[in-house]
């Protein structure tokens, strides 16, 4: 058998995307778009159904768009077999898909202005909501835990990832010539004792394991600073009256945000004061989040016996319309704001940045990880000068950068979380990751473990 990355391979972090080929089946972990500058979206507009042939079955890690963005170039393809998820991945997944379409069509007719005015052929996005529809027809829910058939001579299970709600890892055990094979795909792995949700889980038995590596070369720092951080921003920003904004990852991020925003207002570490949900997906998966308290952890739990999770979201000023939006840009400070997208390629944050970056009074605090090529990045790295829009905008901001939230898993955790797996003396590629951070970790299996990892490239077939 052979697994060939179709994306987050060759250092590059989206995309992610795994062709699994034994002598009876065919089936693709996760299938992610590509996200950054122009030169890596442009990969997105690569046929995925030209070499894939029959695929028996889709089987996904998680909901983000990095790894379920594809999914209706698929159908597209022409492919009508079933894509199995967690039933929280397959609530959002929708979410996400449908946001996803909503965007390719604005950036498309933005777009076509532009190309009409210079007399060229206009470009069609990359999917409508039609071809959305039509894939989430194809999901079906697979719990943790349990052994199920994908495809002939393939099972899999799931255990709980710790990354998102509903996210996974993927343990395949594929028969071929009369051996079984094991596979084991991380999927992106959350630190451990993040609120609302529980740890990650680990397997112990694997030939071949594909790990993420996005922190591949550093921990975070850790919660407890971070949190204290943060709230000394806050409580200078409110002195100041100035105003925050900070680029959300509508699913995940947004949600323990508002949790800790609320803990903190309610033990009085800082003053009450407005705070605006601005995105539709992250209000509508806040929703999604309160209907699954099978996932939370003990923390949340307990917490929940006093008050229910809804009640945190019921102190923040939730603006679904697009002039709910606007107006938040004539409302006085102190206000912190929660606006998509995350390393701020897209979204209402676009918005609210070229409206206030040039304001010296203004905060924005970065919470996860920037892919290069976008705007995100380029604030992160200190650029002092960046266009929004077409429109040059100063940087007068300040930028403050908090790692202790991201909802990736940093070097201590991803080794740990291989610990239990080394005695097998698995093959390990390392993916999902930036060349810098994939040789760190790398170097760290190799003298813990003596476990020489592989690097793949994009298009690389591992065989077993």
């Known amino acids: 058998m052979k697994i060939t990355p179709l994306g987050a391979a060759g250092g590059e972090v989206t995309g992610s995307c795994y062709f699994v080929e034994s002598d009876k089946a065919r089936i693709l972990v996760d299938c992610g778009l590509f996200q950054g500058g122009r030169n ?6 690569s046929p995925l159904g030209d ?3 029959h695929l028996d079955a889709v089987l996904l890690t998680h909901a983000h768009l990095d790894h379920v963005g594809r999914l209706p170039l698929l159908i597209r393809a022409g492919y009508r077999g079933p894509i199995l998820a967690t039933p929280a991945t397959i609530e959002l997944a929708a979410l996400v898909l449908h946001d996803a379409a909503k965007i390719q069509a604005q950036d498309a007719e933005r777009r076509n202005r532009h190309l009409q005015r210079a007399g060229e052929a206009p470009q069609a996005p990359l999917y409508t909501q039609e071809d959305v529809d039509a894939a989430l027809r194809l999901f079906q829910p697979i719990p943790y835990h349990q052994r199920f058939p994908v495809a002939p001579g393939v099972q899999a299970i799931y255990l709980e990832a710790g990354h998102m709600l509903g996210s996974a890892s993927i343990q395949l055990r594929v028969e071929e010539s009369g051996k079984t094979r094991v596979v084991v795909f991380s999927g992106d792995l959350g ?5 609302i949700l529980k740890d990650s889980e680990t397997f112990t038995e694997a030939d071949l394991v594909f790990l993420e590596s996005t922190y591949g070369d550093r921990d975070h720092r850790s919660r407890e600073s971070t949190v204290a951080e943060f709230t000394g921003i806050v409580q200078a920003a409110v002195r100041e009256k100035g105003k925050i904004f900070v680029p959300t990852f509508a699913i995940g991020r947004a949600q323990g945000l508002i949790h800790m925003l609320a803990c903190l207002m309610e033990e009085k570490s800082i ?6 949900l601005d995105s539709p997906m992250a209000i509508e998966a806040s929703r999604i989040y309160t209907r699954h308290p099978e996932l939370y952890d003990d923390d949340l739990l307990d917490y929940l016996k006093g008050r229910p999770f809804s009640s945190d979201f019921a102190q923040v000023i939730m603006t679904a319309s697009a002039e709910e939006s606007k107006r938040i840009n004539e409302q006085p400070g102190p206000l912190l704001v929660l606006a998509g997208s995350g390393m701020c390629n897209a979204g209402r944050i676009l918005h609210h940045l070229r409206n206030n970056l040039w304001q010296p009074g203004s905060h924005v605090l970065m919470v996860g990880y920037q892919g290069h090529g976008t705007l995100g990045r380029q604030l992160v790295d200190g650029e002092k000068v960046v266009s929004i829009f077409g429109e040059k905008i100063a940087v007068k901001a300040r930028i403050h950068t908090l790692g202790g939230f991201s909802a990736h898993a ?6 740990n979380w291989f610990e239990p797996l080394a005695a097998r003396r698995p093959r390990v590629a390392l993916v999902h990751g930036e060349d810098t951070q994939r040789r760190a970790l790398a170097r760290c299996l190799s003298e813990r ?3 020489h990892a592989h690097l793949p490239l994009m298009g690389e077939s591992l065989e077993i």
Not at 410 to 415: P, V
């Open 271 to 276: 003053p009450s004061f407005p705070v605006y």
């Open 410 to 415: 940093g070097q201590t955790d991803l080794l």
């Open 40 to 45: 890596i979206e442009s990969l997105n507009r």
């Open 449 to 451: 473990h003596q476990i």
């Open 191 to 195: 630190p451990r004792g993040v609120p």
């Open 51 to 53: 070499h894939l042939g």
